[in-house]
C-alpha cells in the first residue's frame, strides 16, 4: 500500500517509521468517539496502538499527553530537558475525516484511514498481591504482551544509564538522590498478568520478557528461569500458542543461557543496540564499560551455534547511528544465523547526543531496503506475528512474503 507523503511515495513501514519517531497530535473528536469502545487511551503508559490498512501495527503516542506525562514524571531533568523540547513537533494528526473514520493526517493531507485494536480491561487489573498491571506490562499490537522491565538495571545504577532508556534515566535520578527504587513484580505476578491476558481475555498470544542489564547474570537468569516456571505452572507453556521472547544481559560464559531454553523461552535477545562503537561507548557507557561488543558476539553465536539460526536476536535502535554502519551490523549477525531485530528510536523521552530530532525519511528506506535484503539473503525469520508496536523488522519480513521475496 503507498501513498504520497510531501513529494515522495512511502510504503506503511516507511509510515510507521515515521510516525512512530515522531508522534502524533490526536484530536478530541477521536477520544470523544472510541474512548470505552476500542483500545484507545490518554494515558501514555497504556501504549496505544492504530493500526493501518494493510494490518501494519504502529505506535501511537498522543504528543501532547506524552510530553505532560514526561514533565511531570522527570521533574528532576525537566529543565535540563526543556531546551530540546523545541525539537518535538509532529506533521501527523489523528482526527476524524468526512466520513467520521478514524484518519491519519500529514498537515493537512489525509494519508489513510486507520482502526483501533478491540477494548480490553487489561489496564483495569491488579494481581492478587496488589501490582497493578499498567505501569508493569503493556499490550502491543494484537498479539504481544510485553513487560518493560522485570528487574533493576545494574548499569543505570552505578551511574551509566543509556542515554535513550528513559527507565534507566529514572532509576539513575533515583539512585543519585537516594530514594526508593521501584517495586518488581514477583514471578507469580508475572504469571497471573499472562494469564490474564493470554487466556482470561484471550487478547494476546506471544510474551516478550524484558528487565535491565545485571552484573550478576546468573542471577538474572534464575530469575528469567523462575518467571518461565511460574508462567509454566499457572498457565502452561502449552497454552501459549505464540512465541516467548527473553531479553538479557549476555553472560561471560554463553551456556548459562541454555537454562532459559529449557524452562520454554522461544528466542532470546541480547542488544548490540548500536554497531559504531564510537557511538556505543558515547550513548551506552554502561553497556559499553560492563559488557562490551565482543560478549554480545561470543553470547549470541554460541546460541545460533547451539541452538539454531534464528533463536538469538540481537536490537538494533533505529535512529541512532549511521545506516550504512547499522547494516554492516546486521549483516555480521544475520550471517552467523543471529535475527537482528529494528526497533525505531523514540527521540521524545530522553536527549541523545544533545538531540532529541529523529532521522529523515531516506535513512528509514535505506534500513528498510537493506534489512529486507539480508532477511531474504540469509532466511531469517524476525520475531512478531502480526507484527509489533515501535519494530519494523516483521513489518519488513511480512512484506517480503507478501511480494513473494522471501
Ligand atoms: S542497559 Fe538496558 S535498562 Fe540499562 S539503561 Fe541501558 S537500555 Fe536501559
Known sequence: MNMEFGGATIDTIDLKALVVSRGVNVSNRIYKKFSGQVRLSA???ECNTIILPDNTIVQLTDLSFH???IKSA????TLKQLKYFSQIKTPFRLDLDEADLP???FK???LTNVAFPRLTDFYKQKTSSGIPYLGNAVLQGTQWLSFQLLWKCDY???????QYCYSGGELDHLTRRKKELPVYPSPEDIAEIVEYAVIKEGYVDSIQIT??????VQAECDRITAILDAINLRVGRANIPGEILIYTTPPKNPQMVDQLFEAGADRISMSLEIWDEELARKIMPGKTKFTGRQRHLDALEYVALKHGKGKACSNFIIGLEPADSLLEGANYLASRGIVPIASVWIPFGRPVLGSMKAPDLGYYQKIKNGLSDIYCKYGLIPPGGKGLNVCMCRDIYLQNQKEGID
Open 43 to 45: 494515558n501514555p503508559l
Open 74 to 77: 522527570i521533574s528532576w531533568d
Open 108 to 110: 493537512n493531507q489525509k
Open 211 to 216: 528487565g535491565g542489564s545485571t552484573f550478576n
Open 156 to 162: 543505570a545504577i552505578a551511574g551509566d544509564p543509556c
Open 103 to 105: 484518519a491519519l493526517y
Open 67 to 69: 510530553m505532560d506525562y
